[in-house]
């Protein structure tokens, strides 16, 4: 589905999503339980120089909880995958990461090689220079492409690079190409995650099937808990073992 935007309706949004944010800020924090912080952290090992001995590391420390899922690289997979062994932790990894221009076959070959080797769900980049121009019916035909594998799709706006009208109409357009998250960054490029951002793909794919991904710069049990106040879903951290062991 197309979606045109109202100038007047994005308006509106964009204060509703600064309140929201606001408050996100300033509310008081509830505790959580550790096995419930974890359960909505995708915990993540993008770091390039990483090596296999890095990888097992981080996959045999992330089993010791209940993370959504473990994230890394491409050439990762192969290692994670064998270190997470018969556990049932969600391998995730990326296409088109962390730029986004790759042409849409090279993304296509990439996510096949990913599906192949057993990754649960991908993050994919967006063609930011789409969303740019507001090419929404491009952007919803690169999704329909790469969901054609038959695994869940989290698409990466990099909304540190993008004008509000710009996030709201690519978060809408996803939504309803079938992607399961949009998620605001990839925390290499333009900055990482804010609670406005947050909040505003929160009211644009409201009513959807499609959830919010805030990712980049996630560092501590508070930032998550504000991100999720704003309206964040699942949050993309580095720091997810630190931040479960600030909840005991």
Same mark, same amino acid.
């Given at each position: *589905? ?29 505790? *959580? ?23 097992? $590391?981080?996959?045999?420390? #992330? /089993? ?6 473990? %994230? %890394? ?5 192969? %290692? ?32 096949? /090689? ?18 740019? $121009? ?15 594998? =038959?695994?869940? /799709?989290?698409?990466? /706006?990099?909304? =540190? ?49 499609? =959830? ?13 808990? $504000? *991100? ?10 580095? #720091? =997810? ?8």
């Amino acid at each position: *589905m197309h979606f045109e935007q109202d100038p007047d309706y994005n308006f509106f949004m964009n204060i509703k999503a600064q309140a929201w944010a606001e408050e996100a800020r300033k509310a008081p924090l509830e505790p *959580m339980e550790p096995d419930e912080v974890a359960k909505v952290i995708d915990n993540t090992l993008l770091h390039p120089e990483a090596v296999p001995e890095n990888v097992v $590391r981080f996959v045999e420390e #992330s /089993l010791k909880y209940p993370f959504r899922a473990v %994230v %890394v690289g491409p050439n990762a997979v192969g %290692v994670a995958r064998e270190a997470i062994g018969n556990e049932k932790m969600p391998l995730v990894s990326v296409v088109g990461f962390p730029m986004g221009f790759h042409p849409l076959d090279v993304k296509m070959r990439e996510a096949e /090689l990913l599906v192949r080797a057993g990754v649960s769900e991908i993050d994919y980049v967006i063609d930011i220079s789409l969303a740019k $121009r507001k090419d929404f019916r491009a952007l919803e035909r690169e999704a329909k492409a790469l969901l054609s594998f =038959g695994v869940p /799709l989290k698409a990466i /706006l990099e909304c =540190g690079l993008l004008s509000d009208d710009e996030k709201e109409g690519s978060a809408k357009t996803l939504a309803s190409a079938g992607v399961s998250f949009v998620k605001t960054s990839t925390g290499f490029l333009a900055g990482g995650a804010t609670l406005y951002d947050v909040a505003l793909l929160h009211f644009a794919v409201e009513g959807t099937d499609c =959830g919010v991904k805030a990712s980049g710069g996630i560092r501590k049990l508070e930032d998550l808990q $504000r *991100m999720m106040l704003a309206g964040a879903d699942i949050i993309g951290t580095s #720091s =997810g073992i630190r931040i479960v062991q600030e909840a005991f």
